[in-house]
């Protein structure tokens, strides 16, 4: 939780001059071309059609760093300046493909279209906040062309599956239900699940009494939800994403990280102090074990690998709260 509080300071969208949003797209054209091409790579043996779809549109990412690249030089000169998405609020964080060893067809379909939203939403926003004409054009038309892609989405699902006639509405609105609710509700979870754990149990093991217990972890658990919500708010506010409302997220984040921590505070309702800490640790287990279930089916983290990270950091977190508390 508290390494959300600690990210380096980033500048505003708003904030940036021509040279900078020039500059940021180039450096976003070439990073989503390298991820383009490096889906082909993974999936050229099992579906060579579907790869060189990925090489064509790899081809179009380079195409428009090269168009973007040329007015850069034109206005600006030869130095780009060295800003990246993550100097900048409101982008979407994007997991390295080579760290992704499985994929599905649900995991591409999300991904690609979630590069081809953000993408459009970036350009459309640039645009609006210039009054350099050549420069405005440049992105209205990227703007344009990039919301064409998203339809490879949809394409690559009739590659794979070989489906027809989907309901284009319900996709999206897949789509952007997992983005708004999905992933901030998973970071909500897990904050909420493992960082309770330690003041739970430690305040169960050194007082013994269940009521006491139950305060610690109503505190811990609401405390923690309205961190999470807030940050989660703050963090963006879904205009270049397409994240979604912030309040909406910051609901989503809040909510599962509070419910997260008084799964395993609401046991100590029971007076018996055997009994409670009993249920106690079967909740935390299946709420670990819920944890890797979502991480694996919308995440694209394999189900053992999620298991293995999930349950170990948990128990790690749930042994400190023990020790602690028999000190």
Do not use: C
């Not at 690609?112 to 970036?122: G, I, K, T």
């Not at 906040?129 to 394409?155: F, P, Y």
């Not at 919500?229 to 909406?248: M, N, Q, Y």
Request: charged share 25%.
């Amino acid at each position: 939780m508290l390494n959300r509080f600690l990210e380096p300071q980033k500048r505003d969208f708003k904030s940036l001059n021509a040279a900078e949003i020039l500059s940021l797209a180039i450096s976003a054209e070439e990073e989503d071309g390298r991820i383009y091409a490096a889906y082909a790579d993974k999936i050229r043996k099992d579906y060579p059609a579907s790869a060189k779809i990925f090489e064509g549109m790899a081809k179009e990412e380079d195409i428009h760093r090269q168009r973007l690249l040329k007015l850069y030089k034109k206005q600006f000169g030869d130095n780009l300046v060295p800003i990246r998405r993550e100097h900048v609020r409101g982008f979407l964080s994007r997991k390295p493909v080579w760290l992704m060893k499985e994929f599905s067809i649900e995991t591409i379909r999300q991904q690609v279209w979630e590069m081809e939203q953000s993408a459009y939403r970036f350009y459309n926003e640039a645009a609006k906040q210039t009054s350099n004409v050549d420069l405005r054009k440049l992105l209205g038309d990227l703007a344009m062309e990039e919301r064409k892609h998203g339809e490879q989405a949809d394409r690559l699902e009739k590659e794979f599956l070989g489906e027809t006639g989907h309901d284009e509405e319900k996709i999206a609105s897949h789509r952007q239900f997992v983005l708004t609710y999905v992933q901030p509700g998973l970071a909500g979870l897990m904050d909420g699940s493992v960082s309770t754990l330690a003041p739970v149990f430690a305040a169960a093991f050194a007082t013994g009494d269940t009521w006491t217990t139950f305060l610690v972890g109503l505190a811990a658990s609401v405390g923690a939800g309205i961190s999470m919500g807030f940050t989660e708010a703050a963090s963006d506010d879904g205009k270049l994403t397409g994240r979604g409302s912030p309040v909406k997220r910051g609901l989503a984040s809040g909510i599962m990280t509070t419910i997260g921590g008084l799964g395993h505070a609401l046991p100590y309702l029971i007076t018996d102090f055997f009994t409670a800490t009993l249920i106690a640790i079967i909740v935390v287990l299946i709420e670990l074990w819920a944890i890797a279930f979502i991480q694996s089916k919308y995440m694209s983290t394999p189900f053992w690998r999620a298991v293995f990270q999930v349950v170990v950091g948990g128990s790690l977190v749930f042994a400190a709260g023990i020790l602690i508390g028999s000190a």
